[in-house]
């Protein structure tokens, strides 16, 4: 019977392994040196926990099912409600602030295309129970710090940064009613997807006053945060979050990653619960999905039932990074799926025993050492650990059963020497 | 809106997750140093493919769903199917012996109960495409390597080992029926959870000649291989499977676990699908369930509609281990969540910068590095570097203000040193 894979899932042969763990490993590694912490939470959780957050348009994009005690259940298409649930049940006894990291694998029940697949992981970075813009230069700092780590340099990506306080309080300044905020922002949120006509006709039937919808449209194309001033009088709202999105770019300048931020108002982000800084990080030449994307959320433990603590935090995919990488070429020729130490390589099947019991000590001190199961021609052992990497192939032949040597050969310089097994386990630590 | 977790499933707080690495990250180790090569599959495959290696039953036992697109998809339950797939897809390409392994999230709809979760994680480790004894034997070696590097003696863990083919052909030359051996493996196989008695009635209703089942009882209680000389008269295959088991214990003395194995006959492993060796690790007071088990497979491929290649291999769930561990105390006091090498205290606001640009440069140079949002007192400042076990902690204060020099405390020792930015970067380095 033959079975195949389901549409938008991957098998992760050897190679793709190698690429998976280098991604994976690498956010592991960012995450520590920036002092995260990791956790993680069940693959399935109650499917109504994601309709808190997301509505119930959510549930069509879930893989739920129900299970036979009856419980509405879904694989999680995201950990942040999870994040949530786990904070709220110990927010009294976690220090402040909490900087948590986690690389969950997460399910979406979406048609797949390019950069989107029905299962994939993702990067999770959040700094909860402090509203310092501190935080909020952390996970940036830290999602850059990672992409910085891999090669790609301020001409490739960009941190693109807005704040939602600011957007907030420059509508409400220019007279925009506060109740039409929420269903402005997925219209202002697109207009990077958007032929300019298209975004135009769009939000003069949102906003009608001909007068403020070109205002709002010269506020989404402003380039740098000074030119903010002639657009309108900013109140005491929109002077703070100036301020705070000002230090957020000195911040970032002192911890030497400011070439790869600027300031970008078309960061909205659809969703309706960022309320402070909000950030994506971009190819530069834009031809990709957003690689990242995050921000301040001030309402998410509360919404799940916990106090009102302020968070910040950023979500980066698999898919679209790995794609941005190999374009870059930054996926080429470093991943083998085989690294070994030692390959032992044993002429004569009544020698064996000698290979056996060298592999496990070796094994045993911790090197990485494999053996071919048959005593084939020297040649073909030789391209079994050329094959595997391997740093040193030790030859148990004629010198072995002559003078209980073993020919240990550097398969880089070719060097060989003789040594008796002692010696061959003392070389090796 | 309060939500709880579903019941069986776990929720990985850093200090869980500490432990969980502990774990996982040890399993990944041996795997290496024993020369296997990582691969993984979808969390989700097509609800059929559990079917044919385990039956409709599975289907009781999985987590199972249909999505949008009317697929009958399950979580995985085991990743063998997924692997027998995988394996079949490249058969031509892949080089052999394949030697694979992997650590997949699984998901089983069972009661929650001691050693058993809803969700867990499993390694396996597998060789496909070697006939050879010298396969299983890597598969029993890599299982002792990996628990003998956590701290356990043969005291504390015994492998236990048996032969499918040699019970086979034992069961065959005492003149039991071959179609009755299939239904007679499970019955052998719950021996060391019946109490005698039931045991006995069990094997006299399904075996009826009580001179037979005195026989086959007198089988399962040996202790050593030689003894089963004087038990029947072992035709060619009881030989062949004879041989091929001490060939196994020489192999397992050479690589020097010999005292970790011993020849268990009440090792049959449920499951129709084992042919050759089989082995389960369990704890030396029998009290837990078994660690691991494993054994050889002649038809797995082929039943997931690939060729006839054999392949032997081993599971091994974390839950009954992370009991063992933790009433061996090999867990206790060795999993910090939080190991920096760096924290930065810095005792005034006005010198904040001179904080980031050096957590910056640290960070930059691979250090974990951390530092205060606040310019709280020093005692305070040190305490959360003491909690996050960071190695040194450098103090920006009065010695700063006035000469621009770094306080290095070491916090092992307590010696410090001042040092420039320039001083504290090459130090690290």
């Known amino acids: 019977m033959k079975i195949q894979s389901v549409k938008g899932t991957r098998d992760f042969y ?9 991604i994976l490993d690498g956010w592991k590694s960012a995450s520590l040196r920036n002092g995260f912490e990791e ?4 693959i399935f959780e109650y499917l109504k926990m994601y309709q808190v957050k997301s509505g119930d348009e959510i549930v069509e994009q879930l893989f739920n099912f129900t299970d036979r005690g009856g419980r509405h259940l879904a694989i999680r298409p995201e950990i942040t409600p999870t994040l949530a649930r786990m ?5 009294n006894s976690l220090p402040r602030p909490i900087k948590w990291f986690s690389i969950p694998r997460l399910c979406r029940a979406e048609r797949p295309q390019k950069g989107r697949l029905r299962e994939f992981f993702q990067w999770n970075v959040d700094i909860i129970g402090s509203e310092s813009i501190l935080a909020d230069a ?6 850059i710090d990672y992409l910085r780590s891999l090669g790609l340099t301020s001409k490739d990506i960009k941190a693109k940064i807005s704040s939602r306080k600011l957007l907030a309080a420059f509508l409400l300044d220019i007279g925009i009613a506060a109740d039409s905020l929420e269903s402005l922002y997925p219209i202002l949120d697109k207009k990077p997807k958007l032929p300019e006509d298209a975004f ?3 939000l003069g039937k949102a906003v009608e006053d001909d007068g403020k919808a070109d205002t709002i449209k010269k506020f989404m194309e402003l380039s740098d945060i000074s030119e903010i001033a002639g657009l309108f009088n900013p109140g005491e709202e929109a002077k703070a979050a100036l301020q705070e999105l000002s230090d957020l770019m000195d911040i970032l300048g002192q911890m030497s990653v400011g070439d790869y931020c600027v300031f970008d108002p078309h960061i909205v982000r659809g969703l309706a619960y960022y309320t402070g800084i909000v950030f994506e990080i971009h190819d530069a030449a834009n031809s990709l999905r957003a690689v990242a994307g ?10 799940f039932g916990g106090p009102k603590v302020s968070g910040t935090g950023m979500g980066m995919g698999d898919c679209v990074l790995e794609i941005l990488l190999s374009e870059k070429g930054l996926l080429d020729g470093q991943l083998p799926t085989k690294n070994l130490d030692y390959f032992i390589a044993c002429l004569d099947t009544d020698l064996q025993g000698a290979a056996l019991e060298l592999t496990a000590a070796l094994r045993h001190a911790g ?7 048959k005593a084939t021609g020297l040649k073909k052992q030789l391209k079994q650990a050329s094959a595997a990497n391997s740093a040193i192939c030790v030859i148990i032949g ?6 209980s040597l073993f020919l240990v050969k550097d398969m880089k310089t070719s060097g060989q020497q003789l040594m008796t097994k002692e010696q061959v386990i003392q070389a090796a630590k």
């Open 14 to 22: 050897p190679p793709v392994m190698a690429v998976r763990n280098f």
């Open 39 to 42: 956790y993680d939470g069940p």
């Open 87 to 91: 904070v709220n049940q110990q927010i």
């Open 138 to 143: 952390e996970v940036i700092y830290c999602t």
């Open 200 to 202: 135009v006709e769009m």
């Open 294 to 303: 995050g921000g301040r959320y001030d309402n998410l433990l509360g919404d």
């Open 367 to 373: 090197f990485a050492t494999d053996f071919s199961y």
């Open 398 to 403: 004629t010198e072995y059963k002559e003078k």
